[in-house]
């Protein structure tokens, strides 16, 4: 079984992706962190995120850079989705993603565009969102609790601005898929928002 999770930035979608993998017994893969990996790297070359020649290259990146705390961060998130743009960084890393999809046994993978490009053939598909004030301040108490004190109105701001890139690139935008359930997170807490999901695939799932 194949099942694909997308969903704006902070929506939830990575939680319920791995409550999912856990539930169902299935691997997992977070397509959000191979491009963040690559915005590291640019970083890490000193290139230019916004051009698509120093984006391609640092598709090179190896794999021990997907251990790097680095990449939770904020400033790894915005890098991400200004690389993840460009047609040829998405091409790059289409293959490896795939591949994940298809292994026998099956897969979830949670992303922008799994149900609509990556797996279009999942048998389940999630959209998970939230609005983005639910979002914003579920990211700040996180960051509270981390020690990290940045503004609510600063996390909305920069949530809106991915949001906006995600949903208006032109390869691959953020976009609900035709057969995909939509899960609003907004009113529910973590668990309530997991047994939601986990309803969703049994009811849904093929065979
Ligand atoms: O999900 P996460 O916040 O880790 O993703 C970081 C960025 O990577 C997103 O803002 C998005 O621009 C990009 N991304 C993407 N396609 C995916 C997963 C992530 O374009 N399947």
Redesign the pocket.
């Known amino acids: 079984m194949i099942i694909a999770v997308d969903g704006p ?1 902070a929506s939830g ?2 939680t319920i992706a791995a409550a999912l993998a856990a539930h169902f017994g299935l691997p997992l893969l ?7 990996a690559v915005g590291r790297q640019v970083f890490l070359d000193g290139g230019d995120p916004d051009d698509p020649g120093d984006a391609l290259a640092a598709c090179a990146f190896p794999d021990a850079l997907l251990l790097d705390p680095h990449l939770r961060s904020e400033q790894t ?1 915005g890098l ?2 200004r690389v ?1 743009i460009h047609p040829s960084v ?1 091409a790059a890393l289409f293959e490896r993603q795939r591949a994940f999809a298809t292994q026998p046994g099956g897969a979830v993978l ?5 149900g609509t490009v ?1 797996a279009p053939d999942a048998d389940v598909k999630l959209f998970v969102t939230a609005s983005a004030h639910a979002r914003a301040e579920r990211r700040w108490k996180e960051m509270q609790s981390r020690g990290l004190e940045v503004s609510l109105e600063e996390i909305e701001a920069d949530i809106l601005r ?1 949001d906006a ?2 949903t208006g690139r032109k390869d ?1 935008p ?1 976009a609900v898929a035709a057969d995909a359930h939509v899960l609003d997170t907004s009113a529910l807490g973590r668990n309530e928002a997991i047994a939601a999901a986990i309803e969703v695939v049994e009811r849904f799932r093929r065979g």
């Open positions: 930035t979608k990575g977070d397509t959000g962190l191979l491009y963040r998130g991400a989705s993840s998405r949670d992303g922008r565009d799994i990556i991915r890139r995600d691959a953020l």
